[in-house]
Nanobody, 123 residues
Framework: QVHLVESGGGLVQPGGSLRLSCATPGHTLSGYYAMGWFRQAPGKEREFVSYIKWAAGISVYADSVKGRFTVSKDNASNTVYLQMNRLEPEDTGRYYC???????????????WGQGTQVTVSS
């Protein structure tokens, strides 16, 4: 069992920035893995935001966040980040970190999930 812990959410004005973090305490990520971010707005289904493959560093984004969000990783601390810039009210939701095998995430298959962190974009 892998434990994922998200942090960094909060309230921000439109146009502002936030950086989310996801740590994996007690677990060392290998090149087999990819880590991703999803979000869920009230009354809506969970949607994919981004993922990064741990070994290759290849990242993929949803069209809605391309050019505004950047996913990155720190191998030493086994932490993945989501830098969110030019935030819009439509970005409001609970953001979840997820972990899966690199060859499965391309099909949207993730095996472990965090509890999420709330992001609210409002003036």
């Amino acid at each position: 069992q892998v434990h994922l812990v998200e942090s960094g959410g909060g309230l921000v004005q439109p146009g502002g920035s936030l950086r989310l973090s996801c740590a994996t305490p007690g677990h060392t990520l290998s090149g087999y893995y990819a880590m991703g971010w999803f979000r869920q707005a009230p009354g809506k289904e969970r949607e994919f935001v981004s993922y990064i493959k741990w070994a290759a560093g290849i990242s993929v984004y949803a069209d809605s966040v391309k050019g505004r969000f950047t996913v990155s990783k720190d191998n030493a601390s086994n932490t993945v980040y989501l830098q969110m810039n030019r935030l819009e009210p439509e970005d409001t939701g609970r953001y979840y970190c997820a972990l899966g095998f690199a060859w499965k995430v391309e099909k949207g298959e993730f095996d472990y999930w965090g509890q999420g962190t709330q992001v609210t974009v409002s003036s």
